[in-house]
T-cell receptor
Framework: DAGITQSPRHKVTETGTPVTLRCHQTENHRYMYWYRQDPGHGLRLIHYSYGVKDTDKGEVSDGYSVSRSKTEDFLLTLESATSSQTSVYFC??????????????FGSGTQLSVL | GENVEQHPSTLSVQEGDSAVIKCTYSDSASNYFPWYKQELGKGPQLIIDIRSNVGEKKDQRIAVTLNKTAKHFSLHITETQPEDSAVYFCAAKSSGYSTLTFGKGTMLLVSP
């Protein structure tokens, strides 16, 4: 999947616990994204990053935080997981939109279950 | 912000038939319209895209058409095969935004 590794691939956790998902890329793309996929909702953007330490919110950012200390790593943290955050989480990378090479490359996803 | 509606949510066809998936968008400033295919257990993968200065684009058995006036675009798959079975997502992006807005997806089932 275009040099994108998501970890873990599967996780089961309890309500109220913190959870961190990791996305690692080897493609040196400047833009990185976190999406969640739920039945009936498609793909919804949580947060994205346009450079090291540069991040912005997506449409469903409440309850999530992100960090990007290196070009290759983008972390998604659920500070206190809730059952509504049970979902499949996808990381994606792309070149900057202004390059007109806006193709998104997706990772294989992380299945998160919050019990 | 942008809003993308996608129909139908499920589509069943016989092998060899054509399949059409339709999307509408709300922001007249949107200028980039990609389509992604997601196979079971995998991440979405771009299959074709079109920009607002083009009305139609083809790549072998797949084609995308864009009607800017009506603000809708469609994916056409001809001579469908069982391996075309997947979830398909349309998306749109405005020149004023950095991110894509996705439709809710269409599950395409191609029966042998």
């Amino acid at each position: 999947d275009a040099g994108i590794t998501q970890s873990p691939r599967h996780k089961v956790t309890e309500t109220g616990t913190p959870v961190t998902l990791r996305c690692h890329q080897t493609e040196n793309h400047r833009y990185m994204y976190w999406y969640r996929q739920d039945p009936g909702h498609g793909l919804r953007l949580i947060h994205y990053s346009y450079g090291v330490k540069d991040t912005d919110k997506g449409e469903v950012s409440d309850g999530y935080s992100v960090s990007r200390s290196k070009t290759e790593d983008f972390l998604l943290t659920l500070e206190s997981a809730t059952s509504s955050q049970t979902s499949v989480y996808f990381c994606a990378i792309s070149d900057p939109p202004e390059t007109t090479n806006e193709k998104l490359f997706f990772g294989s996803g992380t299945q998160l279950s919050v019990l | 912000g942008e809003n993308v509606e996608q129909h139908p949510s499920t589509l069943s066809v016989q092998e060899g038939d054509s399949a059409v998936i339709k999307c509408t968008y709300s922001d007249s400033a949107s200028n980039y319209f990609p389509w992604y295919k997601q196979e079971l257990g995998k991440g979405p993968q771009l299959i074709i895209d079109i920009r607002s200065n083009v009305g139609e684009k083809k790549d072998q058995r797949i084609a995308v058409t864009l009607n800017k006036t009506a603000k809708h675009f469609s994916l056409h798959i001809t001579e469908t095969q069982p391996e075309d079975s997947a979830v398909y997502f349309c998306a749109a992006k405005s020149s004023g935004y950095s991110t894509l807005t996705f439709g809710k997806g269409t599950m395409l089932l191609v029966s042998p």
